[in-house]
């Protein structure tokens, strides 16, 4: 199976300043297509997840602009620009290259 | 509001079962793959099963192949999850998830497995 592997696990950010999540994959996840097959996934607390990013750099619908997703081949990062209090969450990584798609382990983001 | 509804969540016994529904719509069915996720308490996310657009093709994670079934009704907007066998492992609340440009995430619904 293709593993995920975040980090940092934990990431205090104070509100306004930018932060940044590291995915690293076992294997590669660029497609044929010239699309990667790489999304970030957030859940806010006690809340369903929801997609920010997919094909490695596209944004979801309703998704700020202060997120954004860059990367190729086995590494990916996710950014946001400006953390905003409503960022507050668990930020997962996943990929849908190979069966079983899978997630990373998570990283979870609080405010200081 | 464009939404996924699951149900059929409980409490079972090991060794049971359970059938879990997906109830969605024209949005978020039409030539989506969909999937069912679980999140073991206070754990990560797990990608259970992934069904095709036209349910030709389902692709299971090991832990649960031979011991669950994901079938989908496109013409009732719904996506069902048969869960046979079931382990005490398989405690976790599950995702109904219709893949696209536009991803759609249901509420979740709660499976306990406990004798």
């Known amino acids: 199976d293709v593993v995920l592997t975040q980090s940092p696990l934990s990431l205090p950010v104070t509100v306004g300043q930018p932060a940044s999540i590291s995915c690293r994959s076992s294997?590669?996840?660029?497609?044929?297509?010239?699309?990667?097959?790489l999304g970030w996934i957030q859940q806010r607390p006690g809340q369903s997840p929801r997609r920010l990013i997919y094909?490695?750099?596209k944004r979801d619908s309703g998704v700020p602009d202060r997120f954004s997703g860059s990367g190729s081949g086995t590494d990916f990062t996710l950014k946001i620009s400006k953390v905003e209090t409503e960022d507050v969450g668990l930020y997962y990584c996943?990929?849908?290259?190979?069966?079983?798609?899978?997630f990373g382990q998570g990283t979870k983001l609080e405010i200081k | 509001e464009v939404q996924l509804v699951e149900s059929g969540g409980g409490l079972a016994q090991p060794g049971g079962s359970l059938r879990l529904s997906c109830a969605g719509s024209?949005?978020?069915?039409?030539?989506?793959?969909m999937s069912w996720v679980r999140q073991a308490p206070g754990k990560g996310l797990e990608w259970v099963a992934h069904?095709?657009?036209?349910?030709?093709?389902?692709f299971y994670v090991d832990s649960v192949r031979g011991r669950v079934t994901i079938s989908r009704d496109n013409a009732k907007q719904s996506l069902f999850l048969q869960m046979n066998s079931l382990r005490a492992e398989d405690t976790a609340v599950y995702y109904c998830?219709?893949?696209?440009?536009?991803?759609?995430w249901g509420q979740g619904t709660l499976v306990a497995v406990s004798s």
């Open positions: 094909d490695g750099s």
């Open positions: 996943m990929q849908y290259k190979h069966w079983p798609h899978t």
């Open positions: 069904i095709k657009p036209d349910g030709s093709e389902q």
């Open positions: 294997q590669s996840l660029a497609h044929s297509d010239g699309n990667t097959r």
């Open positions: 024209e949005v978020t069915f039409s030539n989506s793959w």
């Open positions: 998830v219709s893949w696209g440009t536009v991803a759609f």
